[in-house]
């Protein structure tokens, strides 16, 4: 929208906002039959004198092979009951015959002590092996460190019970930690070089931990796959250098709260620009004689009891075409004084009233902002208020196809840049971002309390588009943006929302006391471009 023509209204004209080897024994070939060598020496026996007589008529002797036979025929080696008798003419002289020595036996103790040790030995081996393996020390486990916040230990659990199965070497540890100084514990335990592995942070704290984060690998997601299947602020908010920096198991933002019951007496329906709104708060606010608010109609105007004004104030602005970075100018003036108006001129809301969840769950407020999880807090002080969340107002759009800009604030995993499971931790991060575990998730989360964390996958949108607190919720998803201006993100005094939320209060309480919004501006701006320099963050 041009910078030309700032759609917010002011105070005095409201406007609309923005093989074997066979041993083959060979044949025996006939030798001249000398005795046998010395066994132990191996040195040649001396050759027999055989004294030379007159030789006989040759005769012919039948003899039955009491002699090993000279050799095998293929018939006899194939035979299983080994070669048969042949007859082998001899020549029988009267000259003394050197006969072949007689084969040596072995004897059977022998035989039987040789299998005995052999027993024993195979014996021994297995002995061993069953009582090495019996005495084995198991396969050391990889633990990974997992800080939780927000999820009781018996939502994840089946979980990591289901990927510790698929991966018995791999042991996820899940801490849930206390919000109470969480962003300065976990940093001071990172700095240490104790961990966790994984850890939540929100998503404005990317500028604080970026030199703590390790990317994530294209092996697990590339750049154009984690485009796809989130939501592109998760996406704008998770790059940092040429990386991306984290995985969301959820997704959240602000919404607008209303009481169906004031709706429905009053016969009115949600408003869909901020003058709708305005005009419903006016008519929907209810004073006693003393002039004192028994029913507002929209908590807005002031900061000390409205909750989540950082973000109402920056979907206003943002709306308006406000950059952030440079919050002064007239548009940014104009987002201001429209609302710190809902207070100092139609006073639908002032500092008696209790903060702004508590009265609407006391049936008190028809509208209020917040996260969806907010709805938590209503329906435990209050199970019987009839509420819904509805999609949030815009500005008049000359363009009707211009997309309503939302807000986004919620909690993404991380992973330590000096872990040394970091691929592990990687792997774990994928499969519990994966669709049927998002499922399991939310249906776990969904049987404490009202409904499980809204899906921050694209694919899953239509899982929730007509639930009636997150539906509205996803359904502007797609369109939301994000800043440093976010309430209870637990960063500490010292934080990048803490500090800049600080300017903006001092600019809304400023105006509320009657100074001008543009010197208002000027100071809040000057402090918001020293706490973005402190963390490396420079304008778009």
Do not use: C
């Not at 997704?251 to 004031?262: A, C, H, M, P, S």
């Not at 604030?409 to 330590?416: R, S």
Request: no cysteine; aromatic share 10%; charged share 20%.
């Amino acid at each position: 929208m041009p910078d030309q023509n700032p759609y917010f209204p002011s105070e005095e004209a409201p406007a609309a906002p923005p093989g074997e080897v066979k041993n083959e024994q060979q044949p025996v070939v006939p030798q001249e039959i000398k005795p046998p060598a010395s066994v132990w020496s191996g040195a040649p026996a001396e050759e027999a004198k055989v004294e030379v007589v007159p030789e006989p008529e040759p005769i012919n002797i039948p003899t039955t092979s009491s002699v090993e036979p000279v050799g095998f025929t293929p018939e006899a080696i194939s035979s299983p009951e080994g070669p048969p008798s042949q007859e082998v003419p001899v020549a029988v002289s009267n000259a003394p015959t050197t006969m072949q020595p007689e084969r040596r036996r072995i004897p059977i103790k022998a035989i039987l002590g040789i299998l005995g040790v052999i027993l024993l030995a195979a014996l021994g081996y297995f002995g061993f092996k069953f009582f090495s393996n019996k005495t084995a020390v198991p396969l050391q486990k990889n633990t990974i460190t997992w800080w939780g916040l927000w999820e009781d230990t018996s939502i994840v659990s089946p979980l990591i019970e289901e990927y510790q199965q698929a991966n018995p070497n791999i042991k996820i540890d899940y801490i849930r930690q206390s919000s109470k100084d969480y962003r300065e514990r976990l940093e001071s335990s990172l700095s240490k070089g104790e961990g966790p592995d994984i850890f939540f942070y929100h998503n404005s704290w990317v500028p604080m931990f970026k030199d703590k984060l390790d990317n994530v690998p294209s092996s697990v997601m590339s750049a154009g796959e984690y485009a796809q299947t989130f939501y592109p602020v998760i996406a704008s908010d998770a790059t940092s250098g040429t990386g991306l920096v984290g995985i969301p198991l959820g997704y959240d933002g602000l919404t607008l709260f209303i009481n169906q019951d004031i709706f429905d007496a009053a016969g009115k329906t949600p408003p869909q620009t901020w003058d709708e709104l305005r005009k419903l708060a006016l008519d929907l606010t209810v004073k006693d004689k003393e002039g004192i608010i028994t029913q507002s109609g929209a908590a807005l105007g002031l900061t000390e009891n409205v909750d989540h004004w950082p973000e109402i104030l920056a979907l206003m602005m943002l709306q308006n075409g406000v950059d952030l970075t440079k919050p002064s100018g007239e548009l940014a003036q104009k987002a201001l004084d429209f609302y710190t108006l809902f207070y100092k001129q139609d006073k639908v809301w002032d500092a008696t009233l209790p903060p702004s969840t508590m009265a609407f769950a006391a049936g008190k407020v028809a509208m209020m902002f917040g996260p969806s999880w907010r709805a938590f807090d209503i329906k435990e002080q209050n199970p019987n208020l009839r509420f819904k969340a509805v999609a949030l107002p815009h500005l008049p759009k000359d363009d009707p196809t211009k997309p309503d800009i939302a807000y986004a604030t919620y909690w993404m995993q991380g992973v330590w840049y000096r872990s040394p499971n970091k691929e592990t931790a990687w792997n774990f991060l994928k499969f519990m971002s994966q669709k049927d575990t998002l499922e399991k998730l939310y249906a776990n989360e969904a049987k404490v309390r009202l409904f499980g964390e809204p899906y921050p996958r694209v694919d899953m949108a239509e899982l929730v588009n007509t639930h009636p607190i997150i539906g509205a919720l996803i359904g502007q998803a797609p369109n939301a943006q994000s800043w440093y201006l976010a309430s209870r993100t637990f960063d500490g005094q010292t934080g990048i929302n803490t500090q800049i939320n600080k300017y903006f209060e001092d600019a809304v309480n400023a105006v509320n006391k009657g100074a001008d919004s543009k010197k208002a501006l000027e100071t809040a701006a000057a402090g918001v471009d020293q706490v973005l320099a402190q963390f490396g963050v420079s304008s778009p």
